[in-house]
């Protein structure tokens, strides 16, 4: 479905991201990539996603996009 199509378009651009060392880049792709498997209900892979970006977006100060996130992870502690 079309969260595996948004999956697989954000892994191409986290490839990207990682080549030229884009830390921003990388953190939404993770991040994106990570949403993609929440939509889907996979929470392990999801909050794995979500987790990595999670510390990126806190080490690089990356505001846009952390609500979502830490909203996300929230939800995946309680399924835990």
């Avoid at 990682?18 to 392990?44: D, E, Q, V």
Wanted: without cysteine; aromatic residues 14%.
């Amino acid at each position: 479905g079309k969260h595996y199509k948004s999956i697989n378009l954000h892994r191409k651009a986290l490839d990207l991201a990682k080549k030229y060392n884009y830390m921003p880049g990388i953190a939404t792709a993770l991040a994106n990539i990570g949403l993609g498997y929440y939509y889907k209900k996979r929470s392990k892979k999801a909050y794995l996603y979500l987790q990595k970006a999670f510390l990126l977006y806190e080490r690089f100060n990356i505001v846009k996009g952390r609500k979502k996130i830490e909203k996300a992870l929230e939800t995946l502690n309680h399924i835990k």
